[in-house]
């Protein structure tokens, strides 16, 4: 009772031209030509949200739940995760794409504007400020790190074992 001794395979088939790639129902009628759909992260930058039910829902060998339920379970995980997506994006996405409209048309002009004209203008004086520099350490630095050294050149250190 509850032991079961094979698992049972799913699996659907359908005609390739009945097989639409996109992860909605298939609600269209026979005769319409379906597209490729479009590749929306064309940088690969969301590789990492790619879960699966497999990822998240794994049963150990030595315990396993009657086939059915984990083929609904699957069912009810895709549905969800389909349905929430939907609806958040439906919400949030275009408030979201202001708001980093906004964020980054903010730092482009901060970055053309202030940032560019300052290092620019720093750039210029720059060999002036490298001579002075120069002049500094030569006169006040480089006098005092060579007489450490030829202090601590005649300097010996032997190690001897007890």
């Given at each position: 009772m509850g032991v079961e001794k094979e698992k049972?395979?799913?699996?659907?088939?359908?005609?390739?031209?009945?097989f639409n790639r996109s992860i909605e129902p298939i609600l269209m009628?026979?005769?319409k030509v379906y597209s490729e759909a479009p590749?929306?992260?064309?940088?690969?930058?969301?590789?990492?949200?790619k879960v699966g039910f497999e990822d998240m829902i794994g049963e150990?060998?030595?315990?396993?739940?009657?086939?059915?339920v984990w083929i609904g379970s699957h069912a009810t995980f895709e549905l969800v995760k389909f349905f929430f997506y939907r609806l958040l994006t439906t919400l949030l996405a275009v408030p979201m794409a202001f708001t980093l409209g906004l964020v980054f048309g903010v730092l482009s002009c901060v970055h053309i504007w202030?940032?560019?004209p300052v290092v620019?203008?720093?750039?210029?004086l720059l060999p002036s400020a490298q001579k002075i520099?120069?002049?500094?350490?030569?006169?006040?630095?480089?006098?005092?790190?060579?007489?450490?050294?030829?202090?601590?050149?005649?300097?010996?250190i032997q190690t001897t074992e007890n």
């Open positions: 049972l395979d799913t699996s659907i088939i359908m005609d390739e031209d009945e009628k026979k005769g590749i929306r992260d064309p940088n690969e930058i969301n590789t990492h949200l150990p060998s030595s315990a396993h739940s009657f086939d059915r202030l940032v560019m620019q203008s720093s750039m210029m520099w120069r002049s500094l350490t030569d006169i006040f630095i480089a006098p005092l790190f060579q007489s450490l050294g030829k202090c601590l050149s005649s300097i010996q």
